[in-house]
């Protein structure tokens, strides 16, 4: 079954201070796997894209890791902000048409 | 630039009601997408449009049904409102195949009684 886990499926941190978001998945055939964040009340965008060749990406204080072989990817946020306090969601590829959807982790961020 | 845009972004129904909720796109995408949000679960797919004049179910149709009126328009009905039908739905359209971009719009709030 293609299956996206992710954890924690919540998490509070302090402004200033720095977290990992972990996604496992069973998904195959792997095409790519995108981290998408989603502000409360507001539809998910896109922070990176990760392919099957590719172990870092990062975009700004967003760093995203994969390990293939062991089918897991990680969100690091450094020097958390408040505006960083979000849904954030792993999503797998096997076609352009074939996506799936983790249940997405909360981070909440606290001056 | 609009992206994609969804109508309405919230709507109470009556159990057996119908709506439609409509969604447009401008960014010349091929493909697009309704999916619905529960608290707890991953966006599923409910139907998706590959391109213009076709369409096809994803993991969750029943109870659904949609139309792609251009390239532009993804339409999603629910004959038969219920309960089980409450939900925030997201439409999204597809931006260059290979690497699988998603854009959201920004989400319709859906209420049955």
């Known amino acids: 079954k293609n299956q996206v886990e992710q954890s924690p499926q919540s998490l509070i941190i302090l402004e200033g201070k720095n977290c990992t978001l972990q996604c496992n998945y069973t998904v195959s055939p792997f095409s790519n796997l995108r981290w998408y964040k989603q502000d409360t009340g507001r539809g998910p965008v896109s922070l990176t894209i990760m392919t099957f060749s590719e172990n870092t990406k990062s975009n700004g204080r967003y760093t995203a890791t994969l390990d293939a072989d062991t089918k897991q990817s990680s969100l690091h946020i450094t020097a958390s902000q408040l505006s960083d306090s979000a849904s954030y969601i792993c999503v797998v590829s096997r076609t352009p048409y074939k996506l799936s959807f983790g249940a997405g982790t909360t981070v909440t961020v606290r001056a | 630039n609009a992206g994609v845009t969804q109508t309405p972004k919230f709507q109470v129904l009556k159990t057996g009601q119908s709506m439609t909720l409509q969604c447009a796109q401008d960014?010349?995408?091929?493909?697009m997408y309704w999916y619905r949000q529960d608290p707890g679960m991953g966006l599923r797919l409910i139907y998706y449009?590959?391109?213009?004049?076709?369409?096809d179910k994803g993991e969750v149709p029943n109870g659904y049904n949609v139309s792609r009126l251009n390239k532009r328009e993804f339409s999603l009905r629910l004959e038969s409102a219920a309960p089980s039908q409450t939900s925030v739905y997201f439409c999204a359209s597809l931006a260059i195949v290979n690497t699988g971009e998603l854009f959201f719009g920004e989400g319709s709030r859906l209420t049955v009684l």
């Open positions: 449009s590959a391109s213009e004049g076709t369409t």
């Open positions: 960014m010349n995408h091929n493909s």
